[in-house]
């Protein structure tokens, strides 16, 4: 009898190999490796697929795992949940198809909202859901909110809903949205640290911390100018749904602690009592709510349903493939700009500008829209991607910068040469400004006994030795650069959006801008969403059929093989062998990996703009 050869085992019995040796022999060619443990991969996942859940008669239930993202961080890594790391977000383009399809999808009726996790969402991506939930409530469908608690991100949604139910113990915590910091001044100075900063702008806040042991009155008067916006979003969107009004929503939060200890009742109680939700049912008793409304699931454990995963895949299947040529290119930029290659969730000076070369040579590509979602970052990256723009928009590509959640400082700047720019009213921008820091230890070194000494060829000691204090030269010299980095920073704006310099400055200085109030001030063009800004794309471009595409950055697949084995590795090694090695490792680690790698440490962030 023939013998059967590996991969006629593999066909009979895909876990075979698990019990031999015989896999390891391939190890001798990496790259057959690569593609047997794809392949393989592929083969058992086949054995545990089915078909698509059909939704009719069922209902929705859309359950997002944690907030709501312009961009997955890591998305990329396509072992993360072979490795068991399932995602922590959930993207909003996804959840945004799902909801318009699901809008006009005649075999969906109901829709269940889960939204215990989404903490963190920004308020822009909320406004662009909620609006998304508005179409949907308005073909008819019917929306139930169903929570333990609610966060004031998820009640926003919630709001949406025609029914809120929540637990009999839980609580709304919707206070009004605020900005805090710590400051470090009295500790640097208790430890003898001092850090010398560098800035221009009245309203550069982000180096504050360093300087002092409270926010600066201009910070506060900045702060609350875009707070105030959000907050009357917030309220005017919430108590619309509610049938309320926004002074109502006002005075439950400036009286919580007289109408939340009403005598005799719970604090759900009051908040029911209040209007905000519509039934307090704990969990087995919403469950069999849930049953008797939309019937029972068929192992009769919970009510029949469809995940909001399982309709996408679904969604996804029924697609007619697009034929169009002509293409537009929706470059995500979210996260901090940084120099180099980054992964997503974070933007790359090297990463982000090839994923703009890429598109501009294409000659398929008439378009980009920029889809900006950062608070900035170092001034070199931040500049290799706006000439890479320049290089596209001078081959005559439109340009069109979308602004989410926030696009300030970096995030302003990438954006800048746009030949329009769109954001949401509540989007976070501005912070036109510029600032350095650079510590020095001296202090806290001589106070210890340790004195740092020796001799130069030079007059002026330029090495920026934390070991000693600033040299006088060196710090000329950095806020010369920092004062022509802001110089540039409002000329460049100046010239992109056609506003006189000394007007420029006159709303930059770092100060902070709401969406509206930008459009207002002459630095966005026009309030919108995404689609919105692409819609406007093509009608620059004049494209008529078009294919709307989101170019990312490739994935090393041999890289993410080796660390998934070094992590299997590791797992089957005794603590105490590694405990030398992990430390070694990680001390290497620090060295290596420094998120904030401008070369001449100036950066343009706004730490003002995360809420």
């Known amino acids: 009898m023939e013998e059967k050869n590996f991969f006629q085992r593999l066909k009979e019995n895909p876990f075979s190999w698990l019990f031999t040796g015989e896999l390891f022999f391939l190890t001798l060619n990496s790259l057959f490796l690569i593609v047997v443990l794809v392949a393989l991969i592929s083969f058992i996942a086949s054995f545990f697929t089915k078909d698509f859940e059909d939704p009719s008669g069922k209902a929705l239930v859309l359950s997002p795992a944690g907030p709501i993202v312009e961009q997955i961080a ?38 269940v909202l889960k939204l215990d996790n989404i ?10 859901v909620g609006k998304a ?48 910091r710590l400051f470090f001044k009295s500790f640097l100075d208790k430890i003898k640290v001092d850090f010398n900063v560098f800035r221009v702008g009245t309203f550069k806040s982000a180096v504050e911390p360093y300087l002092g042991n409270e926010m600066s009155e201009p910070a506060k008067e900045a702060n609350l100018a875009y707070l105030n916006v959000l907050w009357n979003s917030y309220k005017d969107v919430v108590s619309k749904n509610r049938g309320m009004t926004p002074e109502e929503i006002q005075y439950l939060v400036d009286n919580a602690d007289k109408i939340l200890t009403e005598a005799g009742i719970s604090s759900a109680e009051a908040i029911l009592n209040y209007g905000l939700v519509d039934k307090l049912l704990p969990r087995t008793k919403t469950r069999n709510y849930l049953k008797e409304l939309f019937g029972e699931s068929e192992d009769k454990t919970s009510f029949s ?32 700009i940084v120099n180099g290659v980054q992964p997503p969730g974070m933007i790359g000076g090297d990463s982000t500008s090839r994923l703009i070369r890429e598109a501009h040579e294409d000659d398929q590509v008439k378009a980009i829209v920029l889809r900006v979602d950062s608070g900035g970052g170092g001034v070199f990256a931040s500049e290799q991607i706006r000439q ?39 989007t976070i921008t501005g912070s036109i400004g510029i600032f350095g820091i650079l510590p020095t230890f001296d202090r806290a070194l001589n106070e210890i006994g340790i004195n740092s000494d020796g001799v130069k060829t030079s007059k002026l000691d330029l090495s920026g030795n934390s070991a000693q204090p600033l040299n006088e030269g060196l710090s000329k010299i950095i ?52 689609s919105d800004a692409i819609e406007r794309a093509a009608q620059i471009a004049e494209l008529g059929d078009f294919i709307t595409y989101y170019p990312s950055q490739e994935v090393d697949w041999k890289q993410q093989l080796l660390e998934s084995f070094s992590s299997t590795f590791k797992a089957l090694i005794p603590e105490f062998i590694l405990e030398n090695i992990v430390i070694k490792e990680s001390v290497r680690s620090l060295r290596e990996i420094d998120k904030f790698n401008d070369p001449k440490g100036l950066y343009i962030r706004c730490e003002n703009c995360l809420i």
């Open 133 to 180: 939930l508005q179409r949907l409530k308005d073909s008819n469908k019917n929306i139930i909110a169903v929570g333990d608690y609610y966060t004031r991100s998820a009640y926003y949604l919630a709001s949406f809903a025609d029914e809120i139910i929540m637990n009999t113990d839980g609580v709304i915590n919707m206070d009004g949205v605020g900005r805090s």
């Open 305 to 336: 349903k469809i995940s909001g995963y399982e309709y996408f895949q679904l969604i996804q299947s029924e697609k007619s493939s697009e034929s169009a040529e002509d293409k537009i290119a929706v470059i995500v930029a979210r996260g901090t």
């Open 74 to 111: 890591g998305s990329n890594d396509p072992l993360a949940i072979i490795r068991g790391q399932l995602p922590t977000e959930l993207y909003v383009g996804d959840l945004l198809e799902v909801l318009d399809s699901a809008s006009k999808d005649e075999r969906v009726t109901d829709v």
């Open 119 to 128: 903490g963190g969402t920004g308020q822009t991506v909320l406004y662009d």
């Open 388 to 426: 890479e723009l320049l290089v596209a928009k001078e081959k005559g590509l439109t340009i069109i910068a979308s602004m989410g959640n926030v696009a300030a400082s970096g995030g302003y700047w990438i954006s800048a040469n746009a030949h329009e720019i769109w954001a949401s009213h509540n």
């Open 479 to 530: 806020q010369s650069e920092i004062e022509y980095g802001y110089k540039r920073f409002i000329g460049l704006v100046s010239e992109a959006r056609e506003i006189p310099i000394k007007e420029v400055d006159k709303i930059a200085q770092g100060r902070v801008w709401a969406g509206s109030t930008a459009l207002e001030l002459g630095l966005i063009d026009n309030l919108g969403n995404l």
